[in-house]
Structures are given as C-alpha cells and as structure tokens.
C-alpha cells in the first residue's frame, strides 16, 4: 500500500511540475507575440513617416500608434485630413483614374494666391509600410512556430 502512495504522489509532483512549465510557456509565447506587435508597429509607423512628403512635416507628425488588447493588437493612425489625397494622388493623377478629370482652381493660404491644377500625383506612403510591416510580422511569427 505504501508503494501505491509513492506512485500518486510522484505523478502528482510531475502534474503540478508540468502545468508549471505549461503555464511558463504560455507566459513567454504571448510576451514573444507582443513583442512581435510592437516591433512590426513601430516599423511601419516609422518607414511612414520616412516615405511621406515632408513639406511641412504635419503629415508625418499626425502618424502615431495606438496598442489594444494588452499589446495584443495595434492601430497605427494617420490623423492628416489629407492622407488619403497624397498617397492615392488626386485629379486626372489619382490611381485607378478615380480623380477629378477637369483641371480646378482654389486658393492657397500658404501661396497666398489662387492655384490652378489638374491634381497632384501619387506619393504612397502607407501601402509599402504596411506590405513591409506585414512581411516582417508573417515571417517572425512563423519563426516564433505560430
């Protein structure tokens, strides 16, 4: 009989010892996979920020990263009004011929001056850092084994 409590009480260690160990793992997978999210955000928001036109750098400046689900997760933000115009392009320039085909004139407060145009070309910024920012994430986390 007292065989038989040597045996339980050794599988009962070896348990506890191996949920320990589970539970360790699970600790480390996770922290790995934040890390993963934030270095792929980082990468993109800052090749962004490097790609886009810097004429006044407000553009640039309004990309920022939000982290969610306990760094689980990431939003990167472009928060310019314009963003969407200077990576698509606009007029007889915007990608996919969507733009406005008739040449227009508006005023300029930092010309000071009214200004004729037919649009302005595409300067994308955002699509090649999420592509580049995608592929880093796709590879680490096959490297991670996930």
């Given at each position: ?35 993963i999210v934030v270095e792929t955000a980082e990468m993109i ?102």
């Open positions: 009989m007292a065989r038989r409590d040597i045996t339980i009480g050794i599988e009962m260690a070896g348990i506890r010892q191996f949920e320990r160990t589970l539970d360790q793992f699970e600790r480390d997978f996770i922290n790995e996979v934040k890390r928001k800052s090749q962004a920020q490097a790609l886009a036109p810097g004429d006044d750098g407000n553009l640039r400046q309004s990309i920022e990263i939000k982290y969610m689900n306990r760094g689980l997760s990431a939003e990167i933000i472009v928060g310019a009004d314009y963003a969407i115009y200077v990576e698509y392009g606009t007029g007889i320039y915007a990608q996919e011929g969507n733009g406005r085909q008739t040449p227009w004139v508006y005023f300029s407060e930092k010309l000071g001056r009214y200004v004729y145009t037919r649009g302005m070309k595409a300067h994308p910024y955002w699509t090649p850092a999420i592509e580049a920012g995608s592929r880093h994430f796709e590879r680490e986390l096959n490297i991670l084994g996930a």
